[in-house]
């Protein structure tokens, strides 16, 4: 299996508080994703990284920021968490040879 | 916007028979791939089809695309209970290095 690890795995939050998850890598794969996971909509990309301090938007990507300063950490952030973002969260790292995405085991985030 | 849709949405089957699952996009591609999700879990790769081929195997899974249909079919043959998961496939645009667009998948039962 690939290395790579979510942290928390499951978090319960109140409306408007600050949350961060992590997605660590111990692969060295510079290609780094968030994804969300919602019944009736598949897998949409949050945001990407395509190396050290370069990241871009995803479809979904209002009301979260990423940074990513070591190629083995990528934090994805709801400033200000609603709702609407209770989800379960994907993170995924690329092989930039194959193009296949490995993901990680899903960080379960309700918002109350 | 999703790129990729999986059709059907579910299927139910016995062990034993051969489960198809279709995948239609909608611009022009790199790659199409097929991955595997348990329920609770992150999605794996199963396979990757490059837009210059046709057809794919990897053990009991054939892949066909179509870039003039501008779709794909997954083929599980000799179906095990163990195949029970959802299928998604996910597609590589041609336009530039940009990540994967994920479909909403196929829920397969495989009934023992």
């Known amino acids: 299996d690939a290395g790579i690890t979510q942290s928390p795995r499951h978090k319960v939050t109140e409306t408007g508080t600050p949350v961060t998850l992590r997605c660590h890598q111990t692969?060295?794969?510079?290609?780094m994703y968030w994804y969300r996971q919602d019944p009736g909509h598949g897998l949409r990309l949050i945001h990407y990284s395509y190396g050290v301090k370069d990241t871009d938007k995803g479809e979904v990507s209002d009301g979260y920021s990423v940074s990513r300063s070591k190629t083995e950490d990528f934090l994805l952030t709801l400033e200000s968490a609603t709702s609407s973002q209770t989800s379960v969260y994907f993170c995924?790292?690329?092989?930039?040879?194959?193009?296949?995405?490995?993901f990680g085991e899903g960080s379960r985030l309700t918002v109350l | 916007s999703q790129q990729g849709e999986e059709d059907p949405q579910a299927l139910s089957i016995q062990e034993g028979e051969n489960a198809t699952m279709n995948c239609s996009y909608k611009?022009?591609?790199?790659?199409l791939q097929w991955y595997r999700q348990n329920s609770g879990r992150g999605l794996v790769h199963l396979i990757l089809?490059?837009?210059?081929?046709r057809e794919k195997h990897s053990g009991r899974l054939r892949v066909t695309l179509d870039t003039s249909k501008k779709s794909s079919s997954l083929l599980i043959t000799a179906s095990r209970a163990a195949d029970t998961a959802s299928y998604f496939c996910a597609t590589e645009r041609n336009s530039g290095n940009t990540p994967l667009v994920f479909g909403k998948g196929t829920r397969l039962s495989v009934i023992a």
């Open positions: 995924a790292i690329g092989s930039q040879n194959t193009g296949e995405l490995f």
């Open positions: 611009t022009s591609i790199n790659n």
């Open positions: 089809i490059r837009s210059n081929e």
């Open positions: 692969e060295n794969h510079r290609y």
